[in-house]
């Protein structure tokens, strides 16, 4: 059952948390006891962790947000019942509690994807465990290709929206997801899943900081992104077809973490880093090494505005 899978993570997580509580505690008073006593205390006398109010997912190659965090704990994926390993390229796959720019984050550091095999259900699962440690807001990120041929590389795309071209959902209607679903049935409807007032707070942030992004000769753009399985770049007649739909971006991540979070009632903030133009925008082929060189070159300006964006949330 999803609840119960869901539990089991939550609840790995607390009392490896309050371990660490007592730990501390010990190593203050320089006592010396024994692992099984920590344990114990960990699980007896320490209340359950629940104060992360935000949920950050970092995309490809850009990671390095978690630098900026001043870490409480972390835990690469496999260390937690129910969480699959990351195994691509820029994606480090740490499940990290701690705070940024004084607010309580999970910082899910890096992503798995439906193109290594793994099912929507199982790629919208940290959401879901965020959720229920506390948080009630998320922020998605990822590195994505431009389909608007306005967009440049290097160019900051809020999403307005979506299309989930994927052919799954991570959400069914069973007694086995209930508990991913809120019990508030507008939560199935998508018409607000990317939050407006968030998106707000992002123009609002982004006008401050105009100067840094002109330095950086970086636009801030508004779009639709448009979510694929993968592992394959589109082909140009695929990139025609996706501009026709009114697609402004192109990628093989984010639409199931969204539809989850959305199905939770979360505030959803989703920003793409556009990394390259899509097929047969240029003439060249694209590579997963282009996407990373592109992350590492603009993601200093793409960070301080996920840290401002940060900062100024409730």
């Not at 607390?14 to 010990?26: M, S, W, Y």
């Not at 041929?149 to 007694?175: E, Q, R, W």
């Not at 589109?234 to 984010?254: C, L």
């Amino acid at each position: 059952m999803l609840q119960e899978r869901i539990k089991q993570a939550v609840d790995c997580i607390n009392n490896k948390l309050a371990v660490e509580k007592c730990q501390d505690a010990l190593d203050d008073t320089n006592a010396s006891v024994s692992k099984t006593l920590i344990k114990s205390l960990g699980a007896s006398v320490v209340a359950p962790e629940k104060q992360a109010k935000i949920a950050i997912i970092l995309g490809s190659g850009l990671g390095s947000l978690a630098g900026f965090i001043d870490v409480k704990q972390s835990w690469a994926y496999d260390e937690l019942p129910g969480f699959l390993p990351s195994k691509m390229p820029g994606h480090a796959g740490r499940f990290v509690i701690g705070t940024l720019e004084g607010r309580e984050i999970i910082c899910l550091q890096g992503r798995i994807h439906g193109y290594e095999g793994h099912q929507a259900a199982d790629i919208a699962f940290p959401v879901q465990v965020a959720h229920a440690l506390g948080a009630n807001t998320l922020i998605v990120t990822n590195a994505a290709g431009a389909i608007n041929s306005n967009y440049k590389v290097g160019d900051i795309m809020l999403i307005s929206d979506h299309i989930n071209f994927t052919g799954c959902n991570p959400i069914t209607l069973s007694a086995e997801n209930s508990a991913a679903i809120s019990a508030d049935a507008t939560s199935l409807d998508m018409t607000y899943a990317y939050t407006p007032a968030l998106r707000n707070l992002a123009k609002e942030i982004a006008i401050k900081l105009d100067g840094f992004f002109m330095r950086a000769n970086i636009n801030l753009r508004e779009g639709v992104y448009l979510g694929l399985r993968g592992p394959t770049f589109e082909t140009p007649a695929e990139i025609r077809a996706f501009r026709s739909w009114g697609a402004d971006a192109v990628g093989m991540s984010t639409v199931h973490e969204v539809l989850a979070a959305s199905c939770l009632n979360m505030q959803v903030l989703g920003l793409s880093l556009l990394t390259n133009m899509a097929a047969g925008m240029v003439d060249k082929a694209i590579t997963t090494s282009e996407v990373l060189d592109a992350s590492a070159e603009y993601e200093k300006v793409f960070m301080s505005l996920l840290r401002a964006i940060v900062a100024r949330m409730n």
